[in-house]
């Protein structure tokens, strides 16, 4: 049971929505709720083919004459239980409570990611003072921002937005990386096996977000598991049976195997240990439980021959990974990044996948052109997919000045204001509407996108009490 609340009809509406399932690519139910809604309140609204759901208010008493504004955020969430968790997000509704000041599900995620945005808007249309408005409710935004990019844009009048994904009360986001993913595909010939082959495994690895971690300097499991190989490789013939690590593209992976033949087993554990030494001394101390390990492997009946064998580990070895450029007008952060996120073996093909981040689009184009000189050097393919733009710093924004001194008059203090190295429907819609002055802002949640979500209550309160009063007061 959630306690009393500043704001009850905000409580209402964020429980509500948390009744309906609304995993990506399932939005159906909700904006079915959303609709209704509108219907219910007398609002004009649209809902496109992709369940995105646009509804319009005229200015309240008081507000009329002024610019509209765009208020927006995705109404889809991740699904993730715990393991035991007898939850079903295709029809079983989430089971709020409150713990410490927080507000959690139990057993599961919270979906205030991005929930919180929906129950603000819903909140604001039922009865709060604004301008006229726009209120945008994207799906998809979980598995590649597919909403967002399917929006028709001339819908929108609107030429001020702001998008509530973000996550912490005290600051902004003010810009965001573009990126895109790359498939390169290797394709081997194979040869028995000359006999019994050894496994190569490497875990413990912290990992993290390729993109706001990328800059933690955690070792990418992929690319460390080529440079033991490589070891092994200056001493003796290797030749890969398979290789795989890591499960997503935007995340770093944590660990990495391989299984391989070599004629010396005792030789490639001394060039290992040799090797391993002096790579830990490198591991910053998020990777300090990183663990190797080297064990017969039985029932191999096929490696790759000489030549893929040594495309793979040359490949897994050099190719850069990382952070490439940092932002020049905000210290500390990323500009421009590449994560070999999955490697994964299929039969005769390895496929190895990228994402590389950045909010210049010549520097995403920088690094596909990079890999697609790899992959025809080594007579491989590549294909680039999910491609989304980003959401370069503007110079100057009223609305984020606007946005600021409330701020300041509300809490007493300064607006703290950051870019960030992760994808946002922000640039989408920077894209479509390149006048539209934007900021992205959100109360704290935290363990997004795990069953340890949580939603600070008291911020959730503070943060629809400073949406509304901008809205009230801007211009």
């Not at 919180?116 to 726009?134: C, F, T, Y």
């Amino acid at each position: 049971m959630i306690r009393e609340v500043a704001y009850p009809k905000l409580l209402r509406y964020f429980e509500e929505i948390s009744a309906i399932p609304r995993a990506s690519g399932h939005e159906e139910g909700i904006a079915e709720y959303l609709v209704a809604f509108a219907q219910e309140k007398g609002l004009s609204y649209v809902r496109d083919e992709w369940n995105n759901v646009l509804i319009s208010a005229p200015a309240t008493k008081g507000r009329e004459g002024i610019s509209p504004v765009l208020l927006q955020g995705h109404s889809d969430m991740v699904c993730e239980k715990n393991e035991g968790v007898a939850h079903d997000f295709s029809k079983d509704p989430l089971s709020l409570y409150e713990e410490d000041g927080w507000i959690r599900a139990r057993g599961t995620t919270l979906g205030a990611d991005n929930g919180v945005a929906v129950a603000v808007m819903l909140a604001i249309l039922d009865g709060e003072a604004h301008p006229p408005l726009e209120c945008l409710f994207t799906t998809s935004e979980e598995v590649g921002l597919d909403g967002a990019i399917a929006f028709d844009y001339r819908r929108i009048s609107a030429r001020r937005m702001i998008n509530m994904d973000g996550a912490d009360d005290t600051g902004i986001i003010v810009g965001s990386s573009g990126g895109a993913r790359s498939d390169l595909t290797l394709l081997g010939k194979r040869t028995n096996a000359p006999k019994p082959c050894v496994r190569l495994a490497l875990k413990g690895l912290m990992g993290g977000h390729s993109g706001e971690d990328i800059h933690r300097g955690r070792a990418n499991a992929n690319c460390l598991l080529g440079q033991l190989l490589a070891a092994i490789a200056k001493e003796q013939k290797l030749l890969i049976a398979s290789i795989d690590g890591g499960s997503k593209d935007n995340a770093i992976p944590r660990e990495a195997t391989a299984v391989f033949f070599v004629e010396d087993t005792a030789a490639a554990k001394a060039a290992l240990d040799a090797v391993w030494q002096s790579v830990r001394k490198t591991l910053c101390e998020d990777d300090h439980a990183a663990e190797l390990s080297l064990s017969p492997s039985d029932g191999v009946s096929a490696c790759f021959d000489d030549e893929m064998s040594e495309k793979l580990v040359r490949l897994l070895a050099t190719v850069p990974n990382g952070v490439f450029a940092w932002e020049p007008t905000l210290p500390g952060l990323v500009q421009f990044s590449r994560n070999l996120g999955v490697v994964r073996t299929e039969g005769d093909r390895v496929i190895l996948t990228f994402a590389s981040r950045s909010a210049k689009e010549s520097q995403l184009e920088a690094s596909l052109a990079e890999l697609e000189g790899y992959a025809i050097r080594l007579g491989g393919e590549i294909r680039h997919h999910g491609r989304y733009p980003g959401w370069e710093v503007a110079e100057h924004s009223e609305l984020q000045s606007h946005y600021a001194e409330v701020f300041r008059r509300l809490f007493r203090k300064e607006l703290r204001i950051e870019s960030i190295h992760a994808g946002l429907e922000c640039g989408v819609i920077k894209q479509a509407i390149p006048e539209m002055d934007l900021l992205s802002c959100g109360p704290v949640i935290e363990n997004l996108h795990s069953p340890d979500e949580r939603l600070h209550k008291a911020s959730f309160e503070r943060f629809f009490l400073l949406i509304t009063e901008v809205l009230k007061n801007i211009k």
